[in-house]
């Protein structure tokens, strides 16, 4: 699938692949800000191959570098891309936990998706490696006249999320706290701490939310997900396991007919009932 372009503004683009596999960076959203001088890029996919396509339109649009990528989290589908940004000099930031996670997880991931003859392509040039700039609660980011705030909004989707609002666009990048359209992968999250840090993005006046997958879009995303996480728990809550088969698989499957990256489930099942 070819990479698709959703222009929000002269200033702010977001890319995507769209589907719900693993070629296709399972249909998360990079998204990119132009400055004057400088572009600021979130969450460039999942492999360098992916992110050097991403460059490639990049670089027919503006001729400035990307000189900064803020993660975040260190799932490797918003992660692994940025090592190409990061071997051409730009700043790589992530909080000191999605960090951790990457040393810890990322060289194994490649090395399995390197013997898959389906996406090894995507991988052979893959290396693991260090974000430059560690954020553990709060930075003030300016890059070619624009200012962001990149935040941790506590332990959510995973330990170590981090946000980006810039500021004087009214844009809100909220990595995987908020999908549209997309079941999100639960594996590493916190549901309680994820509810309130959706609560606490109702205090941001911004204008347009860029979810981690699934298109742009107004500030009822926050509370589609808030309704998200209560209907997905409820109907996990009134399900059982037998042996074989799971009941709430089924019943998420009707309750969210639309929904893909249907993968996830599992993990989703899982949080919730160990809650």
Known sequence: MPLAETRLSEAVSVFTYGGETLAESYGSNATVFFGKGAIV???????????????????????SPVTHVVLTHHHTDHALGAGYFAARGAEVIAHPLAAARMADEHAALIAVRRK?????????????????????ARLALEAGGLRFDVFHPGHAHTP???????????????????????HPNLEDADVAGWRAALESLRGIPFRTLVPGHGPPGGREAVEEQIRYL????????????????????????LAFPKFRLRIVLPALIDRFRRM
């Open 41 to 63: 890029v979130v969450d460039p996919f999942v492999s360098p191959v992916q992110a050097a396509e991403l460059d490639a339109l990049l670089r027919r649009r503006d001729a």
């Open 160 to 182: 170590g999320d981090l946000c980006v609002y810039a500021t004087s666009l009214g844009v809100l990048v909220s990595g995987d706290l908020v999908s549209t359209g997309y």
């Open 230 to 253: 209560d209907r997905a728990g409820k109907t996990v809550a009134g399900t059982r396991k037998t042996v074989g088969e799971d009941e709430a698989t089924s019943a998420l499957a």
């Open 116 to 136: 898959d003859p389906d996406v090894a392509p995507l991988f052979e040039e893959a290396e693991p490696y260090a974000p430059s700039r560690l954020v553990a």
